[in-house]
């Protein structure tokens, strides 16, 4: 059965979940972008997107009480969200490969930003 | 009078025949007239609800005459019938164009639509002046089913799916007498699953348990998959019309979306599972799967930037290329954020059935669907006018952006307000005061629910005068113009992509 929600922990647990998405929205779309303008300063903001993510994915198992088999939940959405638009971009440029050259290969990825 | 009364189809018929245009064909034709019976019923819907925001603030207003829950019924019955008209009328529109051959059976086709449309008018009627009945046979024959949503009577039911299956007729019936095409096949088989699972509404079981189980498969299964597919097609032959993106890529992209949605939608129906009675493995499964349904939200806004980047934004139809790109995160921020937000039981316990779910279901009704719907309207007028220019400089170009600012910002606003009003209801109704009336009451009448009901108000009247400027624009965009439409070739796959300008009709 579940845990419900703590009091004090409503409005943390409602923005968690928001946050998830809207990071994982903001991820993907800094990762396309960057892929496509190669411009690799903007994976660094893909990237913190997806701490965010990760930082919500956490607090959001804590307040909402994922026990048990869901924290699978948890480690799904984690890893999910961070493979899940790597292999749509992958996608969006195998289905246009042939119209575009200007777009990089999935395989030629721009150069990490150093740290 | 009887004389008047038998003449009164033929006056329909005439008024409904002066929509033709030359420009089109015989399913556009018949498309324009779905079109204009949506925007009716769109306007309606927010008449409607605005009376219902306005008892919210004011709760004697109309009180005994046509009452909330009335005006609550036709608000909801209005925009899911006004969404199928825009859908039905889309897929008309482009059928002729998709099968390369003129629509069989189109003249039941037509048949089916004033039929349809007189259904329509007679059950709203009917809701407004009887309202209500004995709550035996005759009352869900003849006046409400008393089903949420699809409260529409018996007769009406059988009406809807005798003309489901004349449009599914005319749908598979062309396609079958001209060609085949990726699009034209998950429409078909979705149109099968869309007619097929509205008879789960159909039928009555005397454990409510049982009876909302079924009753969900029509809802949720309508709306989060065949909805979603239908949706799909649509969005892959205006992104081929406007911004001429080549068919092996939105066919492509319309097969994985389909994936996607019914990989995770389908058994996401168990989020509505968690308190009706069933047992307890649906809170894991519903859990689950809803957790997984914004994934394919999330990929249609990595598509949309890497056809935009790819295209530059070069399109056709300015408005119905602005419409689309409000459908994209209208969608994935009605349906997916605020989905989430509260699809988890963990924290649904709390807000099932406040208005946490009426702030979800504003925006993502409004961004999945109507978005979508009204960028068909403005594709559909540009060729009605004679493929006329729909691109920038456009005169009058102001009436457009400012409707569509109006509509989007004013649902927005009221999506914000409600989900003020459903945090405080979840707060204080639920977790403090444990879902007991003296807690019911009190959220009620809390200043925080209170004023959000005013901001609801205030963002409604927002949205309603957007759709006036929006039926005016409809009206009018494209009148006098004289340039010829900018025409976009598919890319070739070299990625040469030729422009020409068509002779304007």
Sequence with gaps: ?115 | MIRRAAALPGQVAGAFARLDSHHLNGGQQLAVKYFAVAMVLFLAQLLFGLLAAIQFVWPGFLFDLVDFSVNRMVHINAMVVWMLYGFIGSVYWFLEDESGTEIAGLKWGETAFYVLTAAVTVVVLVYLLVQTGPGNDTTRWLINEGREYIEAPRWADIGIVAVMLVFFYNVAGTFAKGRWSGISGVLTLDLVALAGLYMAGMFYATNITVDQYWWWWVIHLWVEATWEVLVGCIMAWSLMKLLGARRRIVQTWLYIEVALMFGSGILGLGHHYFWIGTPDYWLAIGGFFSALEPIPLVAMVVHSIYDSGTHNFRSSNHPALAWIIAHTFGNFLGAGVWGFMHTLPQINLYTHGTQWSASHGHLAFFGAYATINIAFFYLAVQQWRGNVWMGGNLAHGWRWKWAMGLLNFGVLGMTVALLIAGYEQSFIERAVEGSTWSGYFAAQTHPWFVQSMVWRLVFGLMTLAGAVLLTWDLLTIGAGETRAALVIEPESPTGETGTVAAPAA
């Design chain 1, 1 to 115: 059965m579940i845990q419900p929600v703590e009091l004090q922990d409503f409005l943390l647990t409602f923005f968690a979940a928001a946050a998830i998405i809207l990071g994982g929205a903001s991820y993907a779309l800094c990762y396309a972008w960057a892929r496509l303008g190669r411009r690799p300063g903007l994976l660094r903001w893909a990237y913190a997107a997806y701490a965010v993510l990760a930082v919500s994915v956490w607090i959001l198992t804590a307040t909402a009480h994922l026990d048990g088999y869901w924290r699978t939940l948890a480690a799904a959405m984690l890893v999910g969200y961070f493979l899940a638009p790597r292999a749509i971009f992958r996608l969006c440029a195998d289905t246009h490969a042939a119209e575009d050259d200007a777009v990089p290969p999935p395989s030629h990825p721009p150069q990490e930003p150093s740290p």
